[in-house]
């Protein structure tokens, strides 16, 4: 089975490179924090938005130019990146799929908000929401976006089946550890990538805290590189 390699950048941005070398960018907000120090990026193929808060879109609109790749949002969002120039764009709201880079990418239900801080003005961006990309092999991995607990996830589990779970952990503005744990056993992935969490001293949620709470779920690994570490999955 050819290996996907995923790199956790720092917040809920990641970097996915797929068998074939294409690269999928997911809410590159690349001044974060946690970005490792000496990563470039240099090429993507997609770039995927789960809302239009600033730490999740602060760098699309250069990358999505200088690397001419299209961007994946919800329909509102997509609109504004039209009005700053970002011309390729894939179209997507809730329940709805569209096919990419060898993938069947479906749009999934989150609950949190959306706003985009456009200087002096507030603009709609749409609905928040999460992704599952089900990649060439058929395995898939779901990428919650910001988002609470929700017993809906029962629903992504049964349609998608995601071996890979990449959930917020921080509390504060998203799921803390204890939620995260429940969403693990709604959607009962194999492994689960936390995010969102350490970048600030608000987010407090940490990945030891959600591996304690599913020590008594062995079927369920807890992988947490530090930002900049490649994953083969």
């Known amino acids: 089975m050819a290996k996907v390699r995923i790199t956790w950048l720092g917040h809920a941005a990641f970097h996915v490179q797929l068998p074939d070398g294409a690269v999928l960018l997911i809410d590159p907000w690349l001044d974060n924090p946690k970005f490792p120090k000496g990563f470039t ?122 071996d890979l779970a990449m959930l917020p952990i921080g509390d504060v503005f998203t799921m803390d550890p204890e939620q995260a744990a429940i969403a693990c056993e709604f959607l009962e992935p194999k492994q689960v990538l936390p995010m969102h969490y350490g970048t600030f001293p608000a987010l407090t949620g940490t990945p030891e805290k959600l591996r304690e709470l599913l020590a008594d779920r062995p079927g369920v690994e807890v992988l947490a590189p530090p930002p900049g570490e490649t994953l083969e999955w």
């Not at 993507?44 to 609109?61: E, N, P």
């Not at 250069?62 to 970002?86: F, N, Q, T």
């Open 41 to 162: 990026v240099d090429r993507a193929d997609l770039i995927l938005l789960t809302h239009g808060h600033s730490d999740h879109i602060g760098d699309v609109v250069g990358l999505a130019k200088r690397l001419d790749c299209p961007v994946g949002a919800i329909y509102e969002l997509g609109v504004w990146l039209e009005s700053k120039g970002v011309d390729k764009r894939i179209p997507f709201n809730k329940g709805g799929s569209q096919s990419a880079l060898g993938c069947r990418i479906s749009m999934t239900h989150a609950q949190h908000s959306s706003l985009i801080e456009d200087g002096e003005a507030w603009v709609y961006a749409g609905e928040p929401a999460g992704y599952v990309v089900r990649v060439p092999d058929g395995r898939a991995f779901y990428h919650a976006g910001d988002t609470n607990l929700f017993s809906d996830m029962q629903l992504i589990r049964r349609l998608y089946r995601p």
